[in-house]
C-alpha cells in the first residue's frame, strides 16, 4: 500500500506539470563561451565627462543559436541577455541609456548591445517561416528583475499544433566611463553575464521566477589602461663656439640667445591643461638669482671657468622659472580635437658680475623638464 500511494502521488504530478515541460524544448548549438576580446591595452581619456566610451563595441567571438519547439497555446517564447548580478546601475551613452555592470576599476563599466532574430513556423506546414530581426541596448526597456533583457518575444494563438523557433543572438560588449574613473588601472577579465532562452506565458512572467534555459555564458578580456599624455622628445639648443673675449670686461657678460622651440607632440583631446615645470639643474646654480646654472661637470679640469648657461621660456626670452608648474596655453587652441604644439625656449652662456676669472673649455649643460596633464 506504502509503494502504491507513492506511484499514485507521482501519476498526479505528471498529469499536472509534464504536458507544457515536454512540449516546450530546444536544442542548443555547441555549448559554448560567447568571448568578448578588448583591445589589451586603451588610453583614457582625462577628464572626459561620464558616458564616454573608452572602447568601441567589440562582438562576441560567436553566435549563440537554439532550435525550440513549443504548443500553439498562447504562450509566450523569448530571447534574453542575461547580466551577471541585478544591478540597478544606468549610464547615458550618446543618449541612450544602459544598464552596466561595475569592474574592478572605479568608475569603468561594461555595457551590451545585442543583435538577433528569431525565425517562427509552424511544425508541418508547407509555409514560409516568418523572420522577426532585433537590435537591442541592454537598457530600462523590457528589463526584468534588472537582470534580465528581451530581446525578442513572440507569442503563440488558440488555435492547436506546434511552433518551432530557430533563434540566434549576438552579443557586443563596451567598456565606458562611469565615474571618477581610476588612470593606470586594470581591468579584470571576467563574466558578464549570458544569453538563453524563456518560455512565458506573459512578458511579465520573465523575472526570477521563469527560468533561463539553454544558455551561454558571456565572458571579457582583461583591459589595461594607459595615462593619455602627450610626447615630448628631448631638446638641443647648439650654443655652439663663443670667442672668449665675449666675455671679457666687468659686470654681466652674455652671448648672443639661440631660440628653438620644446615640440609638444601627440596630445589626446578634452584634458583641461597640459603643464611643464623646470627642475633645478644637477649641476646647481652659478648665479641663482638671475637663474644662471653651472655647466656640465664644473670642476673637470677640461670644463670652462668663470661661465653658466641662463635659459628663456617663452616668445619673448623671459628668464625661465624652476620647480614650479607653468600652464602652456598652446593646448588650448587643440583642445576639442588633440594634436600637437610649440612652445618657444632660449638659451645662451652668461658670465656673472661675480665671476672675477673666465677660462675656455667645454660648455654643456642639461635641465630636466616634467610634464603635468590635467
Given at each position: 500500500?506504502?509503494?502504491?500511494f507513492?506511484?499514485?502521488?507521482?501519476?498526479?504530478?505528471?498529469?499536472?506539470?509534464?504536458?507544457?515541460?515536454?512540449a516546450?524544448?530546444?536544442?542548443?548549438d555547441?555549448?559554448?563561451?560567447?568571448?568578448v576580446?578588448?583591445?589589451?591595452?586603451?588610453?583614457q581619456?582625462?577628464n572626459?565627462?561620464?558616458?564616454?566610451?573608452?572602447t568601441?563595441?567589440?562582438?562576441?567571438?560567436t553566435?549563440?543559436?537554439w532550435t525550440?519547439?513549443?504548443?500553439?497555446?498562447?504562450?509566450?517564447?523569448?530571447?534574453?541577455?542575461?547580466?551577471?548580478?541585478?544591478?540597478?546601475?544606468?549610464?547615458?551613452?550618446?543618449?541612450?541609456?544602459?544598464?552596466?555592470?561595475?569592474?574592478?576599476?572605479d568608475?569603468v563599466?561594461?555595457?551590451?548591445?545585442?543583435?538577433g532574430s528569431?525565425?517562427?513556423?509552424?511544425?508541418?506546414s508547407?509555409?514560409?517561416p516568418?523572420?522577426?530581426?532585433?537590435?537591442?541596448?541592454v537598457g530600462?526597456s523590457?528589463?526584468?528583475?534588472?537582470?534580465?533583457?528581451?530581446?525578442?518575444?513572440?507569442?503563440g494563438?488558440?488555435?492547436?499544433g506546434?511552433?518551432?523557433?530557430v533563434?540566434?543572438?549576438?552579443v557586443?560588449?563596451?567598456?565606458?566611463k562611469v565615474?571618477?574613473?581610476?588612470?593606470?588601472a586594470?581591468v579584470?577579465a571576467?563574466?558578464f553575464?549570458?544569453?538563453?532562452?524563456r518560455?512565458?506565458?506573459?512578458?511579465?512572467?520573465a523575472?526570477?521566477?521563469?527560468?533561463?534555459l539553454?544558455?551561454?555564458n558571456?565572458?571579457?578580456?582583461?583591459v589595461?589602461f594607459?595615462?593619455q599624455?602627450?610626447?615630448t622628445?628631448?631638446v638641443?639648443?647648439?650654443?655652439?663656439?663663443?670667442p672668449?673675449?665675449t666675455?671679457?670686461?666687468?659686470?654681466v657678460q652674455?652671448?648672443?640667445?639661440?631660440n628653438?622651440?620644446?615640440?609638444?607632440?601627440?596630445c589626446?583631446?578634452?584634458?583641461?591643461r597640459?603643464k611643464?615645470?623646470?627642475?633645478?639643474?644637477?649641476?646647481?646654480?652659478?648665479?641663482?638669482?638671475?637663474?644662471?646654472?653651472?655647466?656640465?661637470?664644473?670642476?673637470a679640469?677640461?670644463?670652462?671657468k668663470?661661465i653658466?648657461?641662463?635659459?628663456?621660456?617663452?616668445?619673448s626670452?623671459?628668464?625661465?622659472?624652476?620647480?614650479a608648474?607653468?600652464?602652456?596655453?598652446?593646448y588650448?587652441?587643440?583642445?576639442?580635437t588633440?594634436g600637437?604644439?610649440?612652445?618657444?625656449?632660449?638659451?645662451?652662456y652668461?658670465?656673472p658680475?661675480?665671476s672675477?676669472?673666465?677660462?675656455?673649455?667645454t660648455?654643456?649643460?642639461?635641465?630636466?623638464?616634467?610634464?603635468t596633464?590635467?
Amino acid at each position: 500500500m506504502k509503494a502504491g500511494f507513492r506511484c499514485l502521488l507521482l501519476l498526479g504530478t505528471m498529469l499536472c506539470c509534464t504536458h507544457a515541460a515536454v512540449a516546450q524544448t530546444c536544442s542548443i548549438d555547441t555549448p559554448h563561451t560567447a568571448a568578448v576580446t578588448f583591445p589589451a591595452s586603451v588610453s583614457q581619456p582625462r577628464n572626459a565627462p561620464v558616458g564616454t566610451m573608452l572602447t568601441g563595441w567589440v562582438a562576441a567571438d560567436t553566435s549563440d543559436s537554439w532550435t525550440c519547439t513549443m504548443p500553439i497555446n498562447g504562450s509566450n517564447f523569448g530571447v534574453f541577455t542575461d547580466l551577471a548580478i541585478s544591478t540597478t546601475n544606468r549610464v547615458s551613452v550618446g543618449g541612450v541609456n544602459y544598464a552596466y555592470i561595475a569592474t574592478n576599476v572605479d568608475g569603468v563599466g561594461i555595457i551590451a548591445k545585442t543583435t538577433g532574430s528569431v525565425t517562427a513556423s509552424v511544425v508541418g506546414s508547407t509555409g514560409n517561416p516568418t523572420t522577426f530581426p532585433a537590435s537591442r541596448n541592454v537598457g530600462p526597456s523590457r528589463f526584468f528583475n534588472n537582470q534580465s533583457q528581451l530581446l525578442i518575444s513572440l507569442g503563440g494563438t488558440t488555435s492547436s499544433g506546434t511552433w518551432k523557433y530557430v533563434a540566434s543572438q549576438t552579443v557586443s560588449l563596451a567598456l565606458v566611463k562611469v565615474g571618477s574613473a581610476a588612470l593606470g588601472a586594470k581591468v579584470n577579465a571576467g563574466i558578464f553575464g549570458r544569453t538563453g532562452v524563456r518560455f512565458m506565458s506573459a512578458l511579465t512572467d520573465a523575472g526570477a521566477a521563469v527560468p533561463l534555459l539553454y544558455t551561454h555564458n558571456i565572458t571579457y578580456s582583461a583591459v589595461n589602461f594607459a595615462e593619455q599624455t602627450c610626447s615630448t622628445p628631448d631638446v638641443v639648443i647648439p650654443l655652439g663656439r663663443v670667442p672668449l673675449s665675449t666675455f671679457q670686461g666687468a659686470g654681466v657678460q652674455t652671448s648672443a640667445w639661440v631660440n628653438r622651440v620644446i615640440n609638444i607632440n601627440n596630445c589626446p583631446a578634452n584634458m583641461t591643461r597640459v603643464k611643464i615645470r623646470f627642475n633645478t639643474p644637477t649641476s646647481g646654480w652659478l648665479d641663482q638669482p638671475n637663474q644662471v646654472f653651472n655647466l656640465n661637470n664644473p670642476g673637470a679640469p677640461g670644463t670652462a671657468k668663470g661661465i653658466g648657461i641662463q635659459m628663456s621660456f617663452g616668445g619673448s626670452n623671459a628668464i625661465a622659472p624652476y620647480d614650479a608648474d607653468q600652464t602652456m596655453a598652446g593646448y588650448d587652441g587643440i583642445k576639442s580635437t588633440g594634436g600637437s604644439f610649440t612652445v618657444p625656449i632660449g638659451g645662451r652662456y652668461y658670465k656673472p658680475a661675480s665671476s672675477a676669472v673666465v677660462r675656455g673649455g667645454t660648455a654643456d649643460g642639461a635641465v630636466i623638464f616634467d610634464m603635468t596633464y590635467e
